[in-house]
């Protein structure tokens, strides 16, 4: 038997923990237990019926062919309208780059800006993956802690003492993962005016609960936007993102596009269209009642002894110190669900600036959270140290 030889840029790669509690949890589903799934961010609603009838019409009218690489036109518009009559911003549609989700809008920003030791600061605790991106291109993690008793904000003069010759850029994710901060406009403005490109993951946009949302581009075009359809529109299985980058990044963008990607899913990005133009309803439909969960959430867990200091007011995510119950997150997170049969993801799959926290994802039914929290309530009963 010959020896799988795995390139070190792979071996190095570390797994996506929240994905390994998942199919430990679906293994334990598969024998007849039941779990309570509060580690995926994944909304649990259904498409908006808009854009279900929109990808009907597209299969049945035969528009499931290639597209322009850099995606639809009619789309491009879209977006570029929406950021206009959302933030107030002018968007041109030849800024816009449809992807096929936001892994590969991610990795495309990545590769047009990365050299071989290129440094890209980001926050930590992070979403998990972007360490995995950078160093898959060559470069270089350079992390900045943020604080629970300071909303997990970004503090803009601990950027600026890492910032280097080397820096190619900061990512910013407002509304954060796993956090669910909200950066303030202030900081915004401050990292947008640091010198190096921001980039700018904008995924969890139209979920913000309290206050108006920006985005980078208010205040800066030395910026790249990364976002998509996945979760404000909950259309994660069509898999349809992009990226709003300057427009002399484009051409390269767009080889990127031809050669590894082609096309996007020209039906997802139907759908896309029809979610820009007519499911607003739908989106504020969705939000009222992620609000009314995460206000519960963070009241029930507050009760059973976690700590939230300030209160996460965007995406779907309660980021919660569990340190009272133990200081290893991964080994509590996989107890919680072989003896509470709840899933959560531990804090440490969001760098080590996460260990001892435990996320929460209230992307799930009202029933199911408090059944979720119900037993979580027993086990740490149970469990206390």
């Known amino acids: 038997m010959v020896e799988a030889m795995i390139p070190k840029r792979v071996d190095a790669m570390t797994s996506f923990i929240v994905m390994d509690v998942l199919e430990e949890a679906q293994r ?40 322009h690489s850099l995606g639809m036109i009619e789309l491009r518009e879209a977006i570029a309208e929406h950021y206009g009559r959302s933030y107030g911003v002018s968007v041109h549609p030849e800024q816009v780059v449809v992807t096929s989700g936001t892994s590969p809008a991610m990795l495309s920003i990545f590769s047009v800006l990365l050299e071989q030791g290129s440094e890209v600061i980001i926050s930590d605790p992070h979403y998990a993956c972007y360490p995995n991106f950078i160093r898959f291109l060559e470069g270089k993690v350079v992390t900045v802690p943020v604080y629970e008793d300071d909303g997990f904000q970004y503090r803009p003069d601990s950027i600026r003492e890492k910032i280097t010759g080397n820096t190619r850029a900061i990512l910013v994710n407002s509304p954060n993962n796993p956090t669910g901060t909200v ?80 096309a996007p899913n020209s039906v997802s990005q139907i759908a896309g269209i029809a979610a820009l133009k007519e499911a607003n309803d739908d989106l504020l439909r969705m939000k009222s009642i992620y609000n009314i969960r995460r206000r519960y959430m963070i009241d029930r867990l507050r009760e059973i002894g976690f700590a939230i200091p300030v209160e996460p007011t965007g995406a779907f995510y309660v980021f919660a110190n569990a340190r009272h119950i133990s200081a290893d997150s991964y080994r509590l997170a996989f107890d919680i669900l072989e003896k509470a049969h709840v899933g959560v993801t531990p804090g440490i799959d969001f760098g080590r600036g996460g260990e001892g926290f435990l996320r929460f994802s209230y992307a799930n039914s009202m029933e199911n959270i408090t059944e979720g929290l119900n037993r979580l309530e027993v086990y740490v009963q149970v469990n206390k140290r």
């Not at 498409?47 to 009907?56: L, T, Y």
């Not at 359809?229 to 069509?238: E, N, P, R, Y």
Request: charged share 20%; glycine share 10%.
């Open 183 to 262: 950066l303030s406009t202030e900081r915004m403005e401050t990292i947008g005016g640091l010198g190096p490109w921001t980039i700018a993951d904008e995924i969890y946009h139209g979920l913000n609960y309290e206050g108006i949302e920006h985005t980078i581009l208010e205040f800066t075009d030395h910026a790249f936007v990364l976002n998509g359809f996945s979760k404000a529109f909950a259309m994660t299985g069509l898999r349809l993102g992009y990226v709003v980058a300057p427009k002399s990044f484009v051409p390269a963008l767009q080889k990127l596009q031809q050669n590894f990607f082609l």
């Open 28 to 67: 334990m589903e598969r024998g007849g237990t039941g779990v309570i799934h509060l580690e995926v961010g994944e909304p649990d609603f259904a498409v908006p019926e808009c854009v279900s009838a929109a990808i009907c019409r597209a299969v049945r009218d035969g528009q499931t062919h290639y597209t």
